[in-house]
């Protein structure tokens, strides 16, 4: 049976010594965010290279939607073979989650472009806007309230799935489950728990403080 007692003097042990929980939460933040960086980097060019494709886009789009239903311990055990690095490589784990991030942000880069009104690109080309310069001051701003949304979903998934790679030796603040678990020690669990949902909260906080700020014109909007 698991102590469900729950033991402060741990957490105070541990935070700095031992387990290091404060390393742990660090490289859970890295793990989180640098896929997400590197799908926002890829996602909108490869979105309006989708959203130029017309119909066909619905096909490719569902074929990112296959992608991201992988369950994502099969794609953490898969990809050393496909990559070269090892298992329990740090690189194993943010690989992966880019590879996620970008098969459900693409769709929301596809979905801002496509809920730009026509006849504001009709207008825009019409007082001599060409096609890169209209995409950047035009379509582009008008889709961000859409890529936003997006961008929290992606965000929080990410955090609460670097915990999985605790399965294969990794998982950053999922070691603290997993040590939980074998000792059959609640403490661990609970401080895991806390900080993934701590860190979730705080990001998916800053993304929309980033929306506001950048798109006070988007506030009324209900698309977040």
């Known amino acids: 049976m698991i102590d469900v007692s729950f033991d402060w003097g ?9 387990m290091e929980i404060g390393s742990l939460l660090l490289e859970h933040i890295a793990l989180s965010i640098i896929p997400v960086l ?97 995409l950047l001051v035009i379509e582009l701003p008008l889709a961000l309230p859409v890529i936003f949304a997006g961008l929290r979903v992606v965000t929080v998934s990410n955090i609460a799935m670097v915990s999985v790679a605790a399965v294969v030796g990794g998982g950053a603040l999922g070691q603290l489950f997993d040590r ?19 860190l979730a909260l705080i990001a998916d906080a800053l993304i929309l403080l980033i929306k506001r700020q950048t798109l006070p014109w988007a506030r009324g909007r209900r698309l977040a």
């Open 38 to 134: 590197i799908a926002v980097i890829i996602s909108v060019p490869l979105g309006y290279l989708i959203f130029l494709t017309g119909r066909a886009a619905n096909g490719l789009l569902a074929v990112l939607g296959v992608v991201y239903s992988v369950p994502s311990l099969a794609l953490f055990v898969a990809l050393p073979a496909m990559i070269g690095t090892s298992i329990l490589s740090p690189v194993n784990v943010a690989v992966a989650l880019a590879i996620y991030s970008i098969a459900l942000l693409v769709r929301n880069v596809v979905d801002g472009l496509r809920s730009v009104p026509g006849t504001v690109k009709q207008a825009a080309s019409a007082i001599g806007y060409g096609w890169f310069r209209r």
């Open 10 to 18: 741990w957490v105070g042990r541990n935070w700095t010594d031992g």
């Open 180 to 198: 939980g678990l074998n000792s059959s020690f609640l403490t661990p669990i609970v401080v895991g728990l806390a900080l993934s949902l701590i």
